[in-house]
């Protein structure tokens, strides 16, 4: 066999050589680069793993985040619903009260205007009655102490006096 690979021109010594070169060249491959790189790729394959999986619980936290801020929604929206309409019956209960009591201020304005034009009216009445008395009394004077002797002026006088006031009432 020697002698047909000799015949071949395949030296044996050569062969070996270079198969041990291929061995060493294989070693050093393998040991320095082929798994350093192996280890490499799988650090990332475990890292982008480890990314999706965060991706994935962000994304469900985002979700549940949404949910929540959905929920707070509608309840601050129905909060704000029960306090404006807390708001509109207060302020129509106020507004209610306000008008009472404009319409009771009026009402006693009206009242006192009316007592006081009533005492303007009797003041004015009185001051009439006092200076149409007057008038008369004078008048009825003049009368009588042309028409009338001295008791008779004075008794029609006393009682002119007297009855006046009623008979102008």
Do not use: C
């Given at each position: 066999?020697?002698?047909?690979?000799?015949?071949?021109?395949?030296d044996?010594?050569?062969?070996?050589?270079?198969?041990?070169?291929?061995?060493?060249?294989?070693?050093?491959?393998?040991k320095?680069?082929?798994?350093?790189?192996?280890?490499?790729?799988?650090?990332?394959?475990t890292?982008?793993?480890?990314?999706?999986?965060?991706?994935?619980?962000?994304?469900?936290?985002?979700?549940?985040?949404?949910?929540d801020?959905?929920?707070?929604?509608?309840?601050a929206?129905?909060?704000?619903?029960?306090l404006?309409?807390?708001?509109?019956?207060?302020?129509?209960?106020?507004?209610?009260?306000?008008?009472?009591?404009?319409?009771?201020?009026a009402?006693?304005?009206?009242?006192?205007?009316?007592?006081?034009?009533?005492?303007?009216?009797?003041?004015?009445?009185?001051e009439?009655?006092?200076?149409?008395?007057?008038?008369?009394?004078l008048?009825?004077?003049?009368?009588?102490?042309?028409?009338?002797s001295?008791e008779?002026?004075?008794?029609?006088?006393?009682?002119?006096k007297?009855?006046?006031?009623?008979?102008?009432?």
């Amino acid at each position: 066999m020697i002698e047909i690979l000799h015949a071949l021109g395949i030296d044996w010594f050569a062969l070996l050589a270079q198969a041990v070169n291929f061995a060493i060249l294989v070693f050093v491959l393998v040991k320095f680069i082929y798994k350093p790189v192996l280890r490499v790729i799988d650090e990332r394959r475990t890292l982008v793993a480890e990314s999706m999986e965060k991706v994935k619980e962000i994304d469900r936290h985002k979700e549940q985040i949404d949910k929540d801020r959905t929920k707070i929604l509608r309840k601050a929206d129905e909060e704000a619903g029960q306090l404006l309409g807390r708001a509109k019956t207060e302020a129509e209960a106020i507004r209610i009260e306000i008008e009472k009591a404009a319409k009771l201020h009026a009402d006693q304005i009206i009242t006192k205007g009316r007592q006081q034009l009533e005492m303007e009216r009797s003041q004015v009445a009185t001051e009439v009655q006092d200076k149409l008395a007057h008038a008369i009394v004078l008048s009825a004077e003049k009368i009588l102490r042309r028409e009338f002797s001295k008791e008779d002026q004075e008794s029609f006088e006393a009682e002119l006096k007297k009855n006046l006031p009623t008979l102008l009432s």
